[in-house]
């Protein structure tokens, strides 16, 4: 997290000229540890892969659907999340008002939260006997637990941290001097956030969606405990391969997870050239 | 904010959700065994239906053997068979049904064949006092209701099943959880209007919920096998704690709980 309270960032400037030089060993090598730490169980995945039986199983329709609603859920979840996250990191970034080091710290409660906790924490709040499902319940009989809108409430729980902190910490690391112009030329605030701070801070919201959709694709707990395991309706990739696995069929599970693995890594891939590179 | 930054942000917050995506059951070897007699550490893998009794058992067997930790390992029994067969170190294994039981068998990693040591049974649990005055298994289908199940792949769902396809009572749950105490407490929660779970269950949480026995779960009994492992760190503990689960005291606590002897 940027905590830095520095209105102007250093930004542009020639880029400055590097000579080649030999990156330290003391660098060097814990780098290349972690990158095999990260990606040794990924190497796990594709060799423990069953490739003669996997055309067959991935046609099987159990995983399409459950792959399916997956994508669905955390694209769902993800434009939840810019709906509510960008106001609310921009609140954190740009407004001055008192308690504002205890919202913050509020926010970020859904990362250290284990997400089994964060969904039995949404039961007690949007479950049937919750606290404003009751009300739900009797008012509309419309109760969230066990139903696809469900899942999305889960996974927007668990992401949204993840966006509000990107976007805050490029607001934080944008001009102000911009929206100062804008301000002095006579805009509004709203029109100030739309058309000066939202271009300028493009970028960051752009990664900040990225790993608020990942981090929404691959939740489990929240989802399993707040809205249940049935196939089409709540089952997601990750609830598919963790039941896969109960069922003793650790290849079955291997080749969802492959799936998954390369489904986000290329939709990520992807977002990543068109967006975040091109700041 | 150029592209550094945001490569940055990017970098510090994926190292934040691999953090945050731990998980699974903590389980290290045993205390050091003195070769002969019972001492040191005895990690029990045991069925989630048997958490009540196989805690008191593991304190009674304590309280005779003095020296002796039992360390349980609670969870759905496939799951447990499988982290047996991935190399946990596991002195028993206790399951509740014989498929699971094989599993671990078939892998070779049983030393001995697998004892029956009770028998269990299901039962609908309901909200306590029976809101929806659910009487039997038809009840279940009555439109509005929802139901919890275990998946197919755990005993308890296996069993539901075996017991539903029978009495040939259409049933679509709301959830199938991944082990038994998990579609008990969608029911202690109120998120379901009953689940089927087994009797046991309901007796270890008779505060919050009723047990409704019905006449189809005859055809539907789990044998719960128990064998020592093979890879047992501690394999003199595990066979003394294997006998005292089939000893008369060990059986006298099992059908308190609401186990049938086998």
């Known amino acids: 997290m940027t905590s830095a309270e520095a209105p102007t960032a250093a930004r542009g400037g020639p880029p400055r000229r590097r000579r080649a030089q030999r990156v330290p060993a003391a660098l060097l090598v814990p780098a290349l540890a972690g990158l095999l730490f990260l990606v040794l169980p990924l190497a796990g995945l594709v060799v423990r892969a069953p490739w003669a039986s996997l055309p067959q199983r991935l046609t099987e329709p159990g995983a399409l659907t459950a792959l399916r609603l997956s994508v669905q859920t955390a694209t769902v979840a993800t434009l939840v999340c810019l709906l509510l996250g960008v106001p609310l990191a921009w609140l954190l970034a740009r407004a001055r008002f008192p308690g504002r080091r205890l919202v913050r710290a509020l926010v970020t409660v859904p990362l250290v939260l284990p997400p089994v906790v964060g969904g039995v924490a949404l039961l007690l709040v949007f479950g049937r006997r919750g606290l404003l499902g009751g009300w739900l319940d009797a008012t509309f009989g419309f109760t969230l637990p066990f139903t696809t809108t469900g899942v999305v409430v889960a996974e927007a729980f668990v992401a949204m941290p993840f966006l509000v902190i990107a976007v805050e910490g490029a607001l934080r690391g944008a001009d102000t001097r911009y929206e100062e112009a804008a301000a002095t030329l006579g805009a509004g605030r709203w029109t100030t956030f739309t058309h000066v701070t939202l271009p300028l801070v493009a970028p960051g919201v752009a990664a900040g969606a990225v790993l608020c959709w990942a981090r929404a694709l691959g939740e489990f707990g929240a989802t399993i405990t707040f809205a249940g395991n049935y196939p089409g309706v709540t089952q997601t990739m990750p609830l598919a391969v963790y039941q896969t696995i109960e069922g003793g069929d650790l290849d079955g599970a291997v080749v969802l997870s492959l799936v998954l693995l390369t489904v986000s890594v290329a939709i990520l891939a992807g977002l990543r050239d068109k967006w975040i590179t091109s700041a | ?262």
Not at chain 2, 76 to 91: C, R, W
Not at chain 2, 120 to 138: D, F, T
């Open chain 2, 1 to 262: 904010m150029g592209p550094r930054m945001v490569r940055a942000t990017l970098a510090g917050l994926t190292a934040l959700t691999l953090a945050g995506c731990g998980g699974g059951t903590g389980s290290s070897p045993g205390g050091s065994t003195s070769g002969s007699g019972v001492t040191g550490t005895v990690t029990v893998f045991a069925a989630a239906s048997l958490t009540e009794s196989f805690t008191r058992i593991g304190e009674d067997f304590e309280a005779a053997n003095p020296g002796v930790t039992v360390r349980f390992n609670f969870a759905g029994s496939s799951a447990l068979a499988n982290q047996i067969n991935q190399g946990a170190p596991a002195d028993v294994f206790a399951s509740a049904a014989p498929k699971n039981m094989q599993a671990v068998t078939d892998a070779g990693n049983g030393d001995g064949s697998p004892a029956t040591f009770a028998r269990n049974q299901l039962v609908i649990a309901v909200p306590r006092g029976n809101p929806k005055r659910i009487a039997a298994l038809a009840d279940l289908t009555r439109p509005g209701l929802k139901v919890a199940l275990c998946a197919e792949q755990v005993p308890c769902g296996a069993a539901a099943a075996r017991v539903l396809s029978a009495a040939r009572v259409p049933l679509r749950p709301v959830t199938l959880e991944q082990d038994v105490k998990g579609a008990l407490s969608k029911v202690k929660l109120g998120e379901v209007d009953a689940a089927l779970v087994y009797r046991t269950d309901t007796r270890a949480a008779a505060d919050d919920v009723d047990g409704v026995e019905f006449p189809e779960s005859a055809g539907a009994v789990n044998d719960y096998p128990v064998v020592v492992l093979k890879n047992a760190p501690n394999r003199a503990g595990a066979r003394a704690f294997v006998a005292y689960v089939r000893s008369d005291r060990g059986t006298a606590v099992l059908t308190g709980a609401g186990f049938q002897a086998p």
